[in-house]
């Protein structure tokens, strides 16, 4: 029976970040790529992510999916064998994050979800990416063809999540860290935080990539979870 992989999506994402993976780890791999839509509860992602897992799953999780992959190790460690967190962070809601957010939110309330690609998609790639459609096109798809309400949900999941820095230290499975060099949201430095943290973890940093390092160097990503794969 093959090892079941479930891939766990940020905001405003679904698996169109994760193709790239769900194409390469298939053939050894039962994969599941899961977008959360509709959802505005960490909580409630991880245990809608729980109630389909076996035990032995390895968890992979991408921005917001890293914080709820976190939040499925809360509610049932004896189902995880091991987690990947890619481009993402523990800090807990600062007054900054909230007005930031807020502005988010009131400018797609007056101007659509379009703004978001120019506001919000395109600041998260690399440099060299923002101008490659290969890239931007499918990117910019899948934002557009999420709603203002659906943003909003993930807003206040994000606004609302649990502490987690505590949880990190009690955690014994193998745990792999993944960020782009040019991720300007979650940065390189915030991972080597969180590595002193985990008792068993190690951390790659994928050059050439921003925060949507799954899909902006999906071949580097891939060679990266394939070798930490093996290992674990």
């Given at each position: 029976m093959k090892t079941s992989l479930f891939l766990l999506s940020g905001v405003l994402c679904?698996?169109?970040v994760w193709q790239a993976q769900t194409t390469y780890f298939s053939s050894h791999y039962d994969v599941h790529a899961i977008?959360?839509?509709?959802?505005?509860?960490?909580?409630?992602?991880?245990?809608?992510?729980?109630n389909r897992m076996p035990?032995?799953?390895?968890?992979?999780?991408?921005?917001?999916?890293?914080?709820?992959?976190?939040?499925?190790?809360?509610l049932a460690p004896e189902k995880v064998r091991a987690l990947a967190l890619w481009d993402t962070g523990v800090h807990g809601v600062s007054s900054?994050?909230?007005q930031k957010r807020q502005a988010m939110l009131d400018l797609v309330e007056k101007e659509g979800m379009t703004c978001l690609v120019k506001q919000w998609l395109l600041p998260m790639l690399a440099t060299a990416h923002r101008s490659q459609p290969h890239l931007v096109e499918p990117l910019t798809r899948m934002v557009l063809g999420m709603t203002p309400a659906e943003h909003g949900g993930f807003i206040r999941?994000?606004?609302h999540r649990p502490?987690?820095?505590?949880?990190?230290?009690?955690?014994?499975?193998?745990?792999?860290?993944?960020?782009?060099?040019e991720d300007q949201w979650s940065p390189p430095t915030q991972h080597e935080a969180m590595l002193v943290q985990l008792p068993n973890a190690m951390l790659h940093i994928i050059q050439g990539s921003g925060?949507?390092?799954p899909f902006?160097?999906?071949?580097?990503?891939?060679?990266?979870l394939a070798q930490w794969l093996t290992a674990v």
């Open positions: 679904d698996e169109t977008g959360f839509r509709g959802f505005d509860n960490l909580v409630q992602m991880a245990q809608a992510v729980v035990a032995g799953s390895v968890v992979v999780g991408h921005s917001m999916g890293a914080r709820v992959a976190l939040e499925v190790y809360r900054t994050e909230i999941a994000l606004l502490e987690v820095e505590s949880l990190l230290p009690t955690i014994t499975i193998p745990v792999l860290l993944g960020v782009g060099a925060h949507m390092a902006e160097n999906g071949e580097s990503v891939n060679q990266v």
